[in-house]
């Protein structure tokens, strides 16, 4: 059974930037895609960022050119770095993996940017 834990969110200002962790355990057989949502108060989940296990990524225009997907050497942690922060960044943030017609989300972790 895969499982994934988010971790990594708080308060920064704007300008700032953040790292947040995706740990994952369990199994996982065959091409895959990772990726991250977020959900503003009061807002519906969006995409933000996904990346395949061939490493292409994909971006919301909203984060290109300020977030990216580090690959991780372990291949057991998915992270997302997040430069030049705005206060309309501020969400809960949700890591997915897609393995075939299976789909994890993580529980999600906060970030709050001030301006």
């Known amino acids: 059974q895969v499982q994934l834990v988010d971790s990594g969110g708080g308060l920064v200002q704007a300008g700032g930037s953040l790292r947040l962790s995706c740990a994952t355990s369990?199994?996982?057989?065959?091409?895959?895609?990772v990726g991250w949502y977020r959900q503003a108060p009061g807002k519906q989940r969006e995409w933000v960022i996904s990346?395949?296990?061939?490493?292409?990524?994909t971006y919301a225009d909203s984060v290109k050119g300020r977030f990216t997907i580090p690959r991780d050497t372990t291949k057991t942690t998915v992270y997302l770095q997040m430069n030049n922060l705005k206060p309309e960044d501020t969400a809960v943030y949700y890591c997915?993996?897609?393995?075939?017609?299976?789909?994890?989300w993580g529980q999600g972790t906060q970030v709050i940017v001030s301006s």
């Open positions: 997915n993996l897609r393995v075939g017609r299976d789909e994890h």
């Open positions: 369990g199994t996982i057989v065959g091409p895959f895609v």
């Open positions: 990346q395949t296990s061939h490493g292409y990524t």
